[in-house]
C-alpha cells in the first residue's frame, strides 16, 4: 500500500527556512511526478510546486523564488526548501502525486509563520 510521509514542519519567524520532506512507500517512485500541496486555514487545497520523473521543475508564483523542489528518486523522497517565508505560508503542507490519481493522502506537515 502506498504510503506519504511529510515532515519537517514547524514554527518559524518571517524571513525564516524551512526543508520539508515526503518520504514515499512507491515502486517505481521515479517513474512518477510529485507534487506538493498547502491547505492554508480556512482555505482550499493549493498547488505549491511539481517535480517531473525527469527533474523538471514548476511553482506557483506566490512561491517562485523562494521555494525550490528537488527529489531523491534512491531515498523515495520529495523535498521543499522554503526561505524568505511569508505569514501567508502558514499552511498544512501535503505531497502526493498531480491532478486527479491521487494517491491516499498523508498526515500533512504543519507550517506556521509568525513572530
Known amino acids: 500500500q502506498v504510503q506519504l510521509v511529510e515532515s519537517g514542519g514547524g514554527l518559524v519567524q518571517p524571513g525564516g527556512s524551512l526543508r520539508l520532506s515526503c518520504a514515499a512507500s512507491i515502486n517505481m517512485f521515479n517513474s512518477y511526478s510529485m507534487t506538493w500541496y498547502r491547505r492554508p486555514p480556512g482555505k482550499q487545497l493549493e498547488v505549491v510546486a511539481t517535480i517531473t520523473s525527469s527533474g523538471g521543475t514548476t511553482y506557483t508564483d506566490r512561491v517562485k523564488g523562494r521555494f525550490t523542489i528537488s527529489r531523491d528518486n534512491a531515498k523515495k523522497t520529495v523535498y521543499l526548501q522554503m526561505n524568505s517565508l511569508k505569514a501567508e505560508d502558514t499552511a498544512v503542507y501535503y505531497c502526493?502525486?498531480?491532478?486527479?490519481?491521487?494517491?491516499?493522502w498523508g498526515q500533512g506537515t504543519q507550517v506556521t509563520v509568525s513572530a
Open positions: 502526493n502525486r498531480p491532478g486527479s490519481q491521487s494517491f491516499i
